[in-house]
């Protein structure tokens, strides 16, 4: 009964790849974000999705695109790999428009780009 | 937008001795105010949180304090032990729809038996 869920926990691949991460809530709640935690683990949004709409855009490059296909899921697809993008990356829910605004995270996709 | 800067980047206590970690933040209209710990090699976990109406708030050996008018909020541990050994993150948002928190850089507390 997992409540944050991220496939796959590590991702090992070559500079220029195309590579996804999927990011599961059974929550129940409406929001969902990414996160990039650097080595000095600065933690920085990337996006936010709302009941699968886009709400926040941190300046993160084209070659990133999410995509929410149901309130459930967020997934993270990254476009030609570069050695910079290597990271921690978190995905989080939350209920949003409630009385709370407690993040969940999920347990984080460790990217290795080489 | 947001802009949160947390204090100190590193901590170093013995266990038993008490550990402060201080956060200022930027936009007045931020309502609620969350401390997350990472220990390594996991994901962020809340911790405990405070809302703009409420000037402290405790459980058990973690308390936080606001001060609305300074723009500032803290966490207290007390009595620390070697499990306290973490990342820190305070974060601030607004309870709005879909609400973006901005977290700190983070404080790497180290708890020394």
């Known amino acids: 009964d997992t409540a944050v869920s991220q496939t796959p926990k590590y991702l090992v691949t070559q500079m220029g790849n195309d590579k996804s991460i999927k990011c599961e809530q059974n929550l129940g709640h409406d929001t969902m974000y990414w996160y990039k935690q650097d080595s000095k683990k600065f933690l920085k949004i990337m996006f936010s999705y709302n009941n699968k709409e886009l709400i926040i855009n941190e300046t993160v490059p084209n070659r990133f695109s999410p995509k929410s296909p149901d309130k459930a899921h967020l997934n993270l697809h990254i476009n030609s790999l570069e050695l910079g993008d290597s990271a921690v990356y978190f995905c989080a829910s939350q209920l949003a428009g409630t009385s709370t605004d407690t993040q969940y995270f999920g347990p984080g996709t460790r990217l290795t780009v080489l | ?113």
Request: glycine content about 6%.
């Open chain 2, 1 to 113: 937008g947001e802009n949160v800067e947390q204090h100190p980047s590193t901590l170093s206590v013995q266990e038993g001795d008490s550990a402060v970690i201080k956060c200022t933040y930027s936009d007045s209209a931020s309502n609620y105010f969350p401390w997350y710990k990472q220990e390594l090699g996991k994901r962020p976990q809340l911790i405990i949180d405070i809302r703009s109406n409420v000037g402290e708030k405790k459980d058990q050996r973690i308390a936080v304090t606001l001060n609305k008018t300074a723009k500032h909020f803290s966490l207290h541990i007390t009595e620390t032990q070697p499990e306290d050994s973490a990342v820190y993150f305070c974060a601030a948002s607004r309870n709005t729809n879909a609400g973006k928190s901005t977290f700190g850089d983070g404080t790497t507390l180290t708890v020394k038996p």
